[in-house]
């Protein structure tokens, strides 16, 4: 018997194909093989890790017993990092903003700021609900808006809003 567990992410055990020695099988469903050596495998997913437990080595390899059984798990875990979003607010004399002003965003998600969130390895994108006319800009870690998340690691993505300053000119009588 192959069973699939995913842990993190919003995958369902099923969407991974399981295989004996490259024959498809079920999840959860006994199969008849021989007696013997047989290798379990799965498509994989780059968004997972995978690691086998119960009757199966490290590698998938599971030997069946004459007249008996063995069970063999696949458990693929998300890999995930944390992405943190700080907000500066740069006013110069002109904008009344501060920082718990702005609705922060990950993937169109609102976040809190100054809190790591877990996400999954990869590109995420970074945003703003509303600016209320200030530039923004972003730190070197997010380009754009956009930070690239690896595994096991945070990213800290400095979202800036500038006001634009105003210049006064005052022309005096000759």
């Known amino acids: 018997t192959v ?25 959860g469903v006994p199969t008849t ?7 379990v495998t799965e498509t994989l997913n780059p968004d997972y890790s995978l690691s086998f437990s119960d009757d199966c080595d490290s590698n998938g390899n599971v030997n069946v017993p004459s007249g008996g ?5 696949l458990t693929n ?8 979003v700080i907000k500066v607010v740069e006013n110069n004399g002109v904008g009344t903003k501060v920082p718990e002003n702005f609705q922060m965003t990950i ?26 006319g200030y530039v923004t800009t972003y730190s070197a ?8 998340v690896p595994l096991n690691g ?9 006001m634009p300053g105003k210049l006064k000119i005052l022309k005096g009588a000759s």
């Open 154 to 162: 945070n990213v800290d993505c400095t979202v800036t809003n500038t």
């Open 107 to 132: 993937d169109d998600d609102d976040v809190n700021q100054n809190r790591a969130y877990p996400v999954s390895v990869g590109s995420h994108t970074v945003g703003e609900v509303d600016n209320f």
């Open 33 to 39: 093989q021989s007696a013997g050596n047989h290798v």
């Open 69 to 73: 059984s063995a069970i063999c798990t």
């Open 141 to 148: 870690e997010c380009p754009g808006g956009v930070a690239n």
């Open 3 to 27: 069973n699939k567990v995913v842990v993190g992410g919003p995958a369902d055990p099923d969407l991974f194909a399981l295989f004996v020695d490259g024959s498809s099988v079920t999840n």
């Open 77 to 84: 875990t998300l890999k995930t990092g944390t992405l943190t």
